[in-house]
């Protein structure tokens, strides 16, 4: 009887200490820290952009309002941006299955991404915290590796037993969303033209241009501009470097050929 006794004492304080243990896990709570993105920069090459529209000594037609000369040449350095997201993906399609006391489940697929929620730190290892849908009350944890954690917590950092958590294929794995972006600054230490002469048509004794200049700072609106005029029997015009032969203008359009322009191609 004696003996009986014992063996019921030493099952009800491994019952408590199982409880308590359960207990004790069940409420601990974990620190979470913001996911943070981060920008890594890899510098990329120097590259000369050199662009006219027209070849020496060949003749060429244009009309009223285009580009008699257009000539771009400088250089532009190139940098690559690797961003990373708070974002993640699976890599294949799987099932969650949450027990006692939430009794849910979930099945992701392949492509889905999720939001990161934060870190935090399980046994020295570092663990990104997503949300799914459906289960957004609960958070879980997927290693540096990508791979399910079986770590589960709530919002607030409240641990929850990982024996709630099934999820199938135990292979599943997330990969986090890196964004790949290229940038493209001028040199400006290099030199930089960007130019072009306007055809605007004839008077009664005149062909006029309008000369436009870019600057490195605004690609796109003019900087600089100034109006040309010739009279309209002049045979070789020159502009700075540039000598240009005409061959036929009447007020619609001009028929003409770059003899040089002092450019190193």
Not at 9 to 29: E, G, H, M, N
Not at 102 to 129: P, Q, V
Not at 190 to 202: A, H, L, P
């Amino acid at each position: 009887m004696k003996k009986k006794d014992e063996n019921m004492k030493r099952v009800i304080v491994s019952t408590v200490l199982i409880i308590i243990f359960l207990f004790v896990y069940s409420c601990a709570t974990v620190k979470i820290e913001p996911f943070k993105r981060s920008v890594r920069d890899v510098d990329g090459d120097v590259k000369r952009i050199f662009e006219k529209n027209y070849i020496i000594n060949e003749p060429r037609n244009v009309y009223i309002g285009e580009e008699l000369i257009k000539v771009k040449d400088y250089h532009i350095i190139s940098s690559i941006s690797s961003v990373i997201t708070n974002k993640m993906i699976c890599l294949n399609n799987y099932n969650v299955e949450i027990g006692r006391p939430f009794f849910n489940s979930y099945s992701g697929s392949e492509g889905e991404t999720y939001e990161i929620f934060g870190t935090t730190m399980k046994g020295g290892d570092k663990l990104y915290l997503i949300k799914l849908p459906i289960l957004t009350k609960l958070i879980f944890g997927i290693t540096e590796d990508g791979e399910w954690a079986n770590f589960v917590a709530e919002e607030g950092g409240l641990i929850r037993r990982p024996s709630i958590i099934n999820i199938t294929p135990k292979s599943t794995k997330f990969e986090i969303v890196k964004l790949v972006e290229e940038h493209f600054d001028i040199a400006k230490e290099k030199g930089f033209i960007n130019y072009e002469i306007v055809f605007t048509g004839t008077a009664a004794d005149s062909m006029n241009f309008l000369y436009r200049e870019y600057t490195a700072a605004d690609l796109a609106r003019p900087a600089f501009h100034q109006n040309l005029t010739y009279p309209i029997n002049t045979e070789i015009i020159r502009f700075r470097q540039t000598r240009v032969k005409i061959h036929e203008v009447s007020s619609e359009s001009i028929k003409y050929t770059v003899l040089e322009d002092g450019l190193m191609e």
